[in-house]
């Protein structure tokens, strides 16, 4: 009797340090830590609240976390190489600088690969953006989805830009990436890299002549303001990857991996949504500015400028060959 009761007080104890051992692990998971370079009222920031807030509930709160907007964790290359650490757990990520990283993604950073917006959703939702999802993991990424980042004109301080000639001398600046350095010396301009947040004040004070992005980043971060002149050369179709750090994604349950997945899809729906109207309210707050949009007559001229991007990258990664032509050759 006395030893079933001291078996009996020990098999409590035993559950009560297991109870212990286990609880704390689930409560303590540690807060997501979610990077953002974009100010709080965004797409891509809208979708990824409504990422985290999905996961949350749906996991009980056993998985929380904070979206750190405009870009306060640092700078986008620094938090790739974090997210691929753990140090950061999500994060949407241009696919241009993750080329440095990953660089099977440097396929949707040249110029004119995509044929139209539309086009890049139906690659990146099928085979070809699997590839590159297959790529990323193997560098420690997880994607959950591609977020829309529509298409990226240049805008200037100086005038308006027609033909690849007008290019010619000026100072652009590009994201870190060596693909963009040769696409802005291919037209016999100056390119300068840089990290974002620096932009405005370099076109202000003339440290570059101008930059290039989507209408809304031109308008959020009030770069419009400083260059007046907005060319709509739609050179590039660059998405964006809502990414998990694969040590953050490997540490879940399978439910809980489920769960993420089925956020992260919802949000990217979310997010093109989003993005489709933001993109036209941000043309008519930059016309309304005073800014000076012009179309391009011409985008062949563009294209055929950009050709040597093309041959130096693919002579350089000749095992990238067959990724190229999956994408460039889609219909
Ligand atoms: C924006 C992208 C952002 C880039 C930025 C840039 O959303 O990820 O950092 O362009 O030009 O369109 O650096």
Known sequence: MKISKIMGRGAFAFAAVATLAVAPLAAQAKDWRGWNIHVEDYPV????????????EKTDGALKGKVF????????????EQLRLGILDFGVFSLGPMG??????????????????????????????????????????????????????FYNSIKPINTPADVEGMKVRVMNNDLFVGMIESMGGNATPMAFAEVYQSIKTGVVDG??????????TSHFEVAKYYSLTQHLIIPECLCMSKKTFDKLTPEQQDIVKMAGKHSTDLQRKLWQEREMASMETVKAGGV???????????????????????????????LVNLFRNAD
């Not at 409504?50 to 996961?55: D, G, K, L, R, T």
């Not at 930059?211 to 959020?220: H, I, K, L, R, V």
């Not at 949009?293 to 001229?301: C, P, T, Y």
């Not at 563009?302 to 095992?319: C, E, G």
Request: avoid cysteine; charged fraction near 20%.
């Open 45 to 56: 920031s809208h979708g990824m609240e409504a990422f985290m807030a999905e996961v949350t």
């Open 69 to 80: 907007h405009a870009g306060v964790l640092g700078s986008q290359p620094d938090a790739i």
């Open 100 to 153: 440095q990283a990953v660089p099977e993604t440097n396929v949707v950073s040249l110029p004119f690969v995509f044929k139209s917006v539309p086009q890049m959703y139906k690659l990146m939702d099928g085979a070809p953006g699997e590839a590159l999802g297959k790529a990323l993991e193997a560098k420690g990424i997880v994607a959950l989805g591609y977020y829309d980042a529509g298409a990226r004109s």
């Open 211 to 220: 930059a290039e992005n989507n209408p809304p980043s031109y308008e959020s």
């Open 292 to 322: 000076e949009v012009n179309e391009i007559a011409d985008k062949a001229a563009f294209q055929a400028s950009m050709a040597p991007v093309y041959d130096k990258y693919l002579a350089a990664n000749p095992d990238m060959t067959e």
